[in-house]
């Protein structure tokens, strides 16, 4: 067991960690990966966010759909489609013939 706020490791079991009063967790988790993400669509048409969503989940391609929400569509607003730096090639290819 891993104590998560000092990091010490504590075989007594989960009870409180020898340092402090705080419960020890089963283990540390994870650090947060940085992402760097591209556009590579940017329209205000719902079908054309829909249709892109669409292709890039059907390859699994990870995406985030950037100011997406009725309030932007209805203003007249743009919608990014992202995905991360390794995929932009492969998305843009797939989504060319949206633009």
Do not use: W
Request: hydrophobic share 40%.
């Amino acid at each position: 067991m891993v104590c998560p706020r000092h990091g010490a490791e504590d075989r007594r079991g989960p009870a409180k960690n020898s340092k402090g009063k705080t419960p020890v967790a089963a283990k540390q988790p994870p650090a947060a990966e940085f992402v760097e993400y591209v556009t590579v669509l940017e329209t205000g048409n719902p079908a054309l966010i829909a249709i892109a969503k669409s292709l890039l989940n059907n390859v699994g391609i990870p995406f985030n759909a950037k100011s997406e929400g009725p309030q932007t569509v209805l203003a007249g607003g743009l919608v990014q489609i992202q995905v991360a730096k390794q995929d932009e090639a492969r998305a843009k290819e797939l989504l060319e013939d949206l633009e």
